[in-house]
């Protein structure tokens, strides 16, 4: 079965510095998405990447996938105490039609 | 864009009770929908996956009785926990996902149980 790998597990940085965490597949990876959570909460969607080698940005948060499809990474640029919660990154199994497993979690906080 | 609702957004119930959870999607017909189970300080754990009008798949280790799971339609599932005990006190989520791909996977806000 597919396995996923993120790290850090939890990250503590200063307000404006810039942070990175990574998600390893132990199979090559049809959708990759990335979400964000604050304990006891739903989960918010920040970006899906589907294509070797693409990258997406959204305000300060920009995901890449790389060439071989087994690994993101998401960057967090000039981090702020609004970035604090749980990031987990989800990979569609079968083809991208299938369940989403998640990896372990990264817990941000970011301190003013 | 897709919203998937979810209800309870907490219950507290006595041991040995079943407690009911609704997921609906409200503007998007979710063909397969998904449910997971989610312990403190620690990433979802996916308990079983329902496709509408088709018996749920559960994951290795989650016990079908225990954890009933009905898709009757295309826009409603429902995880009901059977005999609760304290040890199934947790945060339970629902997932949908329509036949496109436009919509992804869309999460409902969760629900806590606790089991005294």
């Known amino acids: 079965s597919q396995e996923l790998e993120q790290s850090p597990q939890s990250l503590i940085v200063q307000e404006g510095k810039n942070l990175t965490i990574n998600c390893t597949s132990s199979k090559t990876l049809y959708g990759l998405y990335w979400y964000k959570q604050k304990y006891g909460e739903g989960l918010i969607f920040l970006m899906m990447l589907q294509k070797g080698g693409e990258e997406k940005s959204h305000e300060k948060i920009t995901a890449k996938l790389d060439e071989k499809k087994q690994q993101s990474s998401l960057h967090i640029t000039a981090s702020q105490p609004s970035h604090a919660g749980i990031y987990l990154c989800g990979a569609a199994t079968s083809g991208n039609t299938g369940k989403l497993i998640f990896g372990q979690g990264t817990t941000l906080q970011v301190k003013p | 864009g897709a919203v998937v609702s979810q209800h309870p957004s907490w219950v507290i119930c006595k041991s040995g009770t079943s407690v009911k959870i609704e997921c609906r999607s409200l503007?998007?017909?979710?063909?397969?929908m998904f449910w997971y189970r989610q312990f403190p300080k620690q990433s979802l754990m996916l308990m079983a996956t329902s496709n509408e009008g088709s018996k749920a798949t559960y994951e290795q280790g989650v016990e079908k009785d225990k954890f009933l799971i009905n898709h009757a339609s295309l826009t409603l599932s429902t995880l009901t926990v059977t005999s609760a005990h304290p040890e199934d006190s947790s945060f339970y989520i629902c997932?949908?996902?329509?036949?496109?791909?436009?919509?992804?996977?869309?999460f409902g806000s969760g629900t806590r149980l606790t089991v005294v």
């Open positions: 503007d998007f017909q979710a063909t397969t």
């Open positions: 997932s949908a996902r329509a036949r496109t791909v436009l919509y992804g996977y869309t």
